[in-house]
């Protein structure tokens, strides 16, 4: 069965800086793709970012980015120019690319994320 | 705004008291789960419905029931809640399909047990 692991509870950013979310995780399977989502305080979790395995270039959306190294089973997130509006629960997914009609996600813990003003 | 809605936002209830969870959405999705969230951990998927298909997850105690009456509503009924099953209820839901379909979720239920 696949896991996902997010090894860091709580982080601090300060605004302004870069702040790196680790994830990593344990498939045997070669096709599948992986997301962070973030759910802030008391509101819905939306996408953040999604990578399919079989891109080897890192998926970015304006301040977000990741860094997919696929051999390692790890899967980053870096928050650039970090603001006030990031401070959120980041939660890293695993969807396996077989999984027939329906999207099953296999989530982390999340990691707290804190950005000082 | 298309959306997935959840009411209500929070609910308290008795030790063994039934409770009704409710999700509606109006992006037309047929799909639609329901994730069991507690404290320090990760969301879990307790089930979901492609269509009128009802997918119960193996590990789902009977406790948990749903309905699906139409493709807009799902519910979640808690026959006896226990002291264990206060969390954060969430629902998604997406469109069927191969590919990196993204889940839209709803801002959650959060249940405490009394």
């Known amino acids: 069965a696949q896991t996902v692991t997010q090894s860091q509870p709580e982080m601090s950013v300060q605004e302004a800086e870069t702040v790196t979310l680790s994830c990593t995780y344990d498939t045997s399977e070669s096709d599948y793709y992986l997301f962070w989502y973030k759910q802030p305080p008391s509101r819905q979790m939306i996408l953040v970012i999604r990578?399919?395995?079989?891109?080897?270039q890192n998926a970015t959306e304006n301040r977000f980015s990741v860094n997919f190294q696929k051999a390692a089973k790890s899967f980053s997130l870096k928050i650039s120019d970090s603001q006030l509006g990031d401070a959120a629960m980041y939660f890293c997914?695993?969807?396996?690319?077989?999984?027939?009609?329906?999207?099953?996600?296999?989530f982390g813990t999340g990691t707290l994320l804190a950005v000082q003003p | 705004d298309a959306m997935v809605i959840q009411n209500p936002r929070y609910q308290v209830t008795q030790f063994g008291k039934p409770v009704t969870l409710s999700c509606s959405q109006t992006?037309?999705?047929?799909?639609m789960y329901w994730y069991q969230q507690k404290s320090s951990q990760a969301p879990k998927l307790l089930f979901h419905y492609y269509d009128k298909d009802f997918n119960n997850e193996a590990d789902t105690p009977d406790n948990f029931q749903s309905r699906r009456p139409n493709t807009s509503f799902c519910f979640l009924d808690i026959r006896s809640p226990g002291l264990g099953d206060a969390a954060m209820y969430l629902c998604a839901t997406s469109r069927a399909g191969s590919g990196a379909n993204v889940l839209t979720f709803g801002a959650g239920s959060r249940l405490t047990v009394l």
């Open positions: 992006l037309n999705h047929n799909v």
């Open positions: 997914a695993y969807r396996s690319a077989t999984g027939g009609a329906t999207n099953k996600l296999i």
């Open positions: 990578q399919e395995a079989y891109k080897q």
